[in-house]
């Protein structure tokens, strides 16, 4: 049986990180979770299709894990830093914006979310 309407198309398809969940919990574990999605482009629309997720621990054994640091825009290189590096980014991170909240509760506003 044919399908109704089936029609030839040309496109281009590539995987990326949909959703990042830092897990901080007290005692532990603490876990980093990509959640995956699949992205297709044809002939003027996109479609998206989840795929999945990546999880990993961050702890002792694996603090020191070393990755290549890429440019979002090109791919290529930048240094080489560890899962460790990641955390204390992520941490100062929310520090700078904890600070800058109560700054803003402070002053009377009401920082955007």
Known sequence: MANYNEISVEGTSYIRSR?????????????????EEQVF????R??????GYITEPFNED???????LL????????????YGHVYAILHSLYIHLALKR???QQEGETPEP
């Not at 969940?21 to 979770?33: A, F, R, S, V, Y």
């Not at 694996?62 to 290549?68: E, N, P, R, S, Y």
């Not at 440019?71 to 560890?82: F, L």
């Open 41 to 44: 482009n044809f002939e003027g």
């Open 62 to 68: 694996t603090t020191g894990t070393q990755f290549d």
């Open 102 to 104: 109560d700054a803003a």
């Open 71 to 82: 440019d979002p825009v090109s791919g290529t290189k930048i240094s080489t830093v560890t």
């Open 46 to 51: 996109q479609i998206k299709q989840d795929l």
């Open 19 to 35: 959703r990042v969940i830092c897990d901080n919990h007290l005692p532990g574990p603490k876990m980093i979770t990509f959640h």
